[in-house]
């Protein structure tokens, strides 16, 4: 292997390198946007319903429905994301495992796939946003 060739698979690799980062910054700030949209989705619903309890619950399940596709949109690119750095959440004990591997080394659970019909489905244990997570879990019948 001559010089040149040495050459050019370091530029390659380096290349990679640079999409790979290039990849994960796009995916960042769609999450990022995603979640920012769900917390405005979140207040727009709780406007619509001080400014009218009676409103038709409709149009509060047309906002929820539009939190979940978002929710989806959400989980699938944090899987993504995830493949580009090489590994896969597990989503039993949330530890990292290589994404060449199918079930988690330390509580043997499953790992997702999306090829999964289920893959996007909602798990209780799913939260809205990254961001958010604490306000949504906070307990509203806690005195102050």
Same mark, same amino acid.
């Given at each position: 292997? =001559?010089?040149?060739? &040495? *050459?050019?698979?370091?530029? &390659?690799? %380096?290349?990679?390198?640079? +999409?790979?980062?290039?990849? %994960?910054?796009?995916? &960042?700030?769609?999450?990022?946007? #995603?979640?920012?949209?769900?917390?405005?989705?979140? %207040?727009?619903?709780?406007?619509?319903?001080? +400014?009218?309890?009676? #409103?038709?619950?409709?149009?509060?399940?047309?906002?929820?429905?539009?939190?979940?596709?978002?929710?989806?949109?959400?989980?699938?690119?944090? *899987? #993504?994301?995830?493949?580009?750095? =090489?590994?896969?959440?597990?989503?039993?004990?949330?530890? /990292?495992v290589k994404d060449?591997?199918?079930?988690? =080394?330390?509580? =043997?659970a499953r790992l997702p796939d999306p090829?999964? /019909?289920? *893959?996007?489905?909602?798990?209780?244990?799913?939260?809205?946003? #990254?961001?958010?997570?604490?306000?949504?879990? %906070?307990?509203?019948? +806690?005195?102050?």
């Amino acid at each position: 292997m =001559g010089i040149i060739e &040495k *050459f050019n698979d370091v530029s &390659k690799m %380096a290349n990679d390198k640079a +999409k790979n980062i290039s990849e %994960a910054n796009n995916l &960042k700030r769609k999450i990022l946007y #995603e979640e920012e949209r769900i917390v405005e989705i979140f %207040a727009d619903i709780g406007k619509k319903y001080y +400014k009218n309890p009676n #409103e038709d619950p409709n149009v509060f399940r047309v906002l929820c429905e539009d939190i979940d596709t978002r929710r989806r949109r959400i989980k699938r690119m944090r *899987f #993504e994301l995830n493949e580009i750095r =090489g590994y896969k959440i597990c989503p039993k004990c949330n530890s /990292e495992v290589k994404d060449n591997f199918q079930f988690c =080394g330390v509580c =043997g659970a499953r790992l997702p796939d999306p090829d999964d /019909e289920d *893959f996007t489905s909602l798990e209780t244990n799913d939260y809205y946003t #990254e961001s958010s997570n604490n306000f949504f879990n %906070a307990d509203s019948t +806690k005195t102050y």
